[in-house]
């Protein structure tokens, strides 16, 4: 079977990367730019380090703040009707994964049409044309939606996320700026630092992974391994440290999938409204001592990628407990409770089943159920 690889046409990395914004919509004419992001960027100046430059370049542009941390159906729709209006023929949109994830469903929608009603574009959809040009600027170090093919929208009605695999919406252009991420708390630096970790783990591990891919994954557990407890007390080295490490592990497990991490903490988002990188930081080294003895030698070298020192000199049962360790501990040390206290016994009949059914389960190294999936989640509760 052929390994396939999709990344962005053009990427920029490094301090001062978003200079390169005005030229790029000049060269592919863009005549008027539909800028995503949501509201906190904007109160918080950050989306007008961007929009600053596109008023010198005399650039028009429109902006849609119309976004929540876990972006409905609605946000799309009503993101697409904006688009329209304005008369957009281009996106830059600005923010961690949920302006991305909503750029990308909109992106999609205008070219494709036929999908507006959003739910359609679960799984792998047959869209036909490629999204909407966009420039995409992170402004978290973790979800690494700048150069994935993934993107997930919350549907309120049926209290569920879905996953959409399409790369039809992968942005044309990735803008990687350390400067942009800088005025991120504590919190969601340990946060999206811990879900770009679970990128990395669960993409090294899962089923389709090939020596590409452990490259890329293996290079970004060693840079989250080093940088992101200083990230985290706002250390510029290590923001940009982190910048490259997201995109690294983004690389990586947008083409080869994800696991039973992502797939719980999908749900507790979608119920609790739990904030995604902390919940893949709950289960994370959860779900790695489930799929242990699934995993070859792999541990050995996450456990070597997270600095443990002596991997060599040790059992499979050493090395494979001292990965899940220090995993726990930088999840600690950057202050990611373990326990959620929503998570409740009524609820875990359908939480299971919404994780069994979640697009990442299947990627998973071990074969699970819906019960192995609700003794996973006791592990969180309180």
Not at 151 to 167: G, L, M, S, W
Not at 172 to 181: G, T
Request: aromatic share 6%.
């Amino acid at each position: 079977m052929a390994n396939r690889i999709i990344l962005n046409t053009v990427s920029f990395h490094g301090k001062g990367a978003i200079g390169e914004i005005p030229g790029i919509a000049r060269t592919k004419g863009f005549r008027h730019v539909f800028v995503c992001s949501d509201p906190d960027l904007i109160r918080f100046g950050v989306t007008a380090k961007v929009t600053d430059l596109l008023d010198e370049a005399g650039i028009p542009y429109t902006v849609y703040s119309g976004i929540k941390p876990n972006p409905t159906v609605e946000n799309v729709k009503d993101g697409v009707k904006a688009f329209r209006e304005c008369g957009a023929d281009s996106i830059i949109t600005i923010g961690g994964g949920s302006s991305m994830d909503t750029a990308k469903a909109i992106g999609v929608i205008i070219t494709n049409p036929e999908f507006e009603d959003v739910r359609s574009l679960e799984g792998v959809a047959p869209t036909k044309h490629h999204a909407v040009p966009t420039i995409a600027v992170p402004t978290t170090a973790g979800t690494a939606a700048e150069v994935t093919i993934n993107y997930v929208i919350t549907d309120t009605e049926k209290e569920r996320k879905f996953v959409c695999v399409d790369e039809h919406d992968i942005p044309a252009f990735a803008v990687v700026d350390p400067d942009m991420m800088s005025s991120m708390p504590k919190g969601l630096t340990a946060a999206t630092g811990m879900d770009a970790l679970t990128h990395a783990i669960e993409g090294y591990t899962t089923k389709a992974a090939w020596e590409m891919t452990d490259m890329f994954h293996l290079e970004a557990i060693r840079l989250i391994a080093r940088h992101l407890r200083g990230a985290v007390q706002n250390n510029p080295e290590d923001r940009e440290g982190m910048a490259l490490a997201q995109y690294v592990a983004g690389m990586g497990f947008s083409n080869v999938g994800l696991g039973i991490a992502h797939s719980i903490a999908h749900t507790l988002g979608a119920h609790y409204d739990t904030p995604h990188g902390v919940a893949c930081a709950m289960m994370l080294p959860i779900v790695m001592e489930y799929n242990r003895e699934c995993t070859g030698e792999k541990y050995r070298e996450i456990a070597r990628a997270m600095g443990v020192k002596g991997v060599d000199e040790m059992t499979v049962e050493e090395y494979r407990r001292a990965a899940v360790d220090a995993v726990r501990q930088l999840s600690a040390d950057v202050g990611i409770p373990e326990k959620n206290e929503k998570v409740r016994e009524e609820d875990l009949d359908r939480l299971a089943q919404d994780a069994f059914d979640d697009a990442c389960r299947p990627g998973n190294p071990r074969e699970t159920s819906v019960e192995e999936l609700k003794e996973l989640y006791r592990k969180i509760m309180v």
